[in-house]
């Protein structure tokens, strides 16, 4: 009896060590679910509901039977899904500038009629207050979302809405606030005297990059515009929590964007040259991962979906970085 009783727990756990594994499937047939599933995500750069889904899927599947394909197949996978995820990232651009666009055009008719209603005795106290507010809490929500997205489209609608901030401030701040603007202003331009001249500033080129080593260098060339933007990201946190004035806020958040617009410009020109070059080249790679870790280091790259990966489906540089990442 006691020996049966050892026994039978024995035998359970040979049975369940003699199991057979879950196999893979054959070439061909993973072949065929790596192709569906390029099929799947070409067929959805045009869906946010189901994009990312099928983009995770390609990556799994391309992770799980990459023993079984070539490499050849295995670049050639990633590569149609970065052309996929390229042409989802214009397209769910496109849809947000056109949603933003329509805000804007709504934040400008109602500010419109406010101003007009604030300029007569037809809103009671409370009634004045509250439409203030909540036109001041809209102007930072829609500053939040063009915040989100790049380029000229979308600096031309911040312009209009700093336009709409401006006057609206202009017209509703008191004296009090007034003043408190105007000190604001003033330790703003005696902190960032020092960045006066970062339009004129030209971003370094490739070349250039992978053979200097210094301060401006790893500022990829805009060194008062990368002080600039970081200056503006700690102030603008210091503004909202000391609740500064609205006017102040939208000021250092757009010198914040258009900073960090020259740099992402800057960004992508590098990454596109270095992308364009042999990988197998010692200068280039060693460029592209030191271009990595800067991007991570100065720009949070990791945590900005619209800062592109320096190394990202670069071969061998692409196995460098994702080891060099590992150590840290």
């Given amino acids: 009896m006691t020996?049966?009783?050892?026994?039978?727990?024995?035998?359970?756990?040979?049975?369940?060590?003699?199991?057979?594994?879950?196999?893979l499937p054959d070439p061909a047939t993973a072949t065929r679910r790596v192709e569906s599933a390029v099929e799947a995500v070409q067929g959805s750069v045009n869906?946010?509901?189901?994009?990312?889904?099928?983009?995770?899927?390609?990556?799994?599947?391309?992770?799980?039977y990459q023993s079984l394909l070539s490499m050849q197949q295995v670049e050639q996978y990633r590569g149609a899904l970065e052309a996929a995820r390229a042409e989802y990232q214009r397209f769910a651009l496109a849809e947000d500038l056109e949603r933003l666009g329509s805000e804007v055009a709504a934040l400008e008719t109602?500010?419109?009629?406010?101003?007009?209603?604030?300029?007569?005795?037809?809103?009671?106290?409370?009634?004045?207050?509250g439409e203030?507010?909540?036109?001041?809490?809209?102007?930072?929500?829609?500053?939040?979302?063009?915040?989100?997205?790049?380029?000229?489209?979308a600096d031309a609608l911040g312009e209009r809405i700093s336009s709409v901030a401006q006057a609206?401030?202009?017209?509703?701040?008191?004296?009090?606030?007034?003043?408190?603007?105007?000190?604001?202003?003033?330790?703003?331009?005696?902190?960032?005297?020092?960045?006066?001249?970062?339009?004129?500033e030209q971003p370094i080129d490739f070349a250039s990059y992978a053979s200097t080593r210094s301060q401006?260098?790893?500022?990829?060339?805009?060194?008062?515009?990368?002080?600039?933007?970081?200056?503006?990201?700690?102030?603008?946190?210091?503004?909202?929590?000391?609740?500064?004035p609205a006017a102040y806020v939208e000021q250092i958040e757009a010198i914040r964007v258009a900073s960090h617009s020259r740099l992402l410009t800057a960004v992508r020109q590098l990454v596109d040259a270095g992308?364009?070059?042999?990988?197998?080249?010692?200068?280039?790679?060693?460029?592209?991962?030191?271009?990595?870790?800067?991007?991570?280091?100065?720009?949070?790259?990791?945590?900005?979906?619209?800062?592109?990966?320096?190394?990202?489906?670069h071969g061998a540089v692409a196995q460098d970085c994702r080891r060099r990442r590992h150590q840290q």
């Fill in 47 to 64: 869906n946010r509901v189901t994009f990312e889904g099928d983009a995770a899927t390609l990556e799994r599947l391309v992770s799980d």
């Fill in 216 to 244: 401006a260098s790893d500022a990829l060339g805009l060194p008062k515009t990368l002080e600039l933007f970081q200056l503006a990201n700690s102030t603008l946190a210091q503004a909202r929590e000391n609740n500064s």
């Fill in 110 to 129: 109602r500010w419109q009629q406010l101003a007009a209603q604030l300029g007569s005795d037809e809103l009671s106290p409370n009634s004045r207050e």
């Fill in 275 to 313: 992308h364009a070059l042999d990988a197998g080249d010692e200068r280039t790679r060693e460029a592209m991962l030191r271009l990595d870790e800067a991007l991570r280091v100065t720009l949070s790259a990791e945590r900005d979906p619209r800062i592109p990966g320096a190394c990202h489906a």
């Fill in 3 to 23: 020996i049966a009783r050892f026994l039978l727990p024995l035998l359970l756990l040979l049975c369940a060590a003699t199991a057979p594994a879950q196999s």
């Fill in 168 to 200: 609206f401030e202009t017209s509703v701040g008191g004296a009090e606030t007034a003043a408190e603007l105007a000190s604001a202003r003033e330790y703003w331009e005696r902190d960032s005297a020092q960045t006066v001249g970062w339009e004129q």
């Fill in 132 to 153: 203030i507010e909540d036109l001041r809490r809209e102007i930072e929500r829609l500053n939040a979302a063009r915040g989100k997205l790049g380029g000229s489209a």
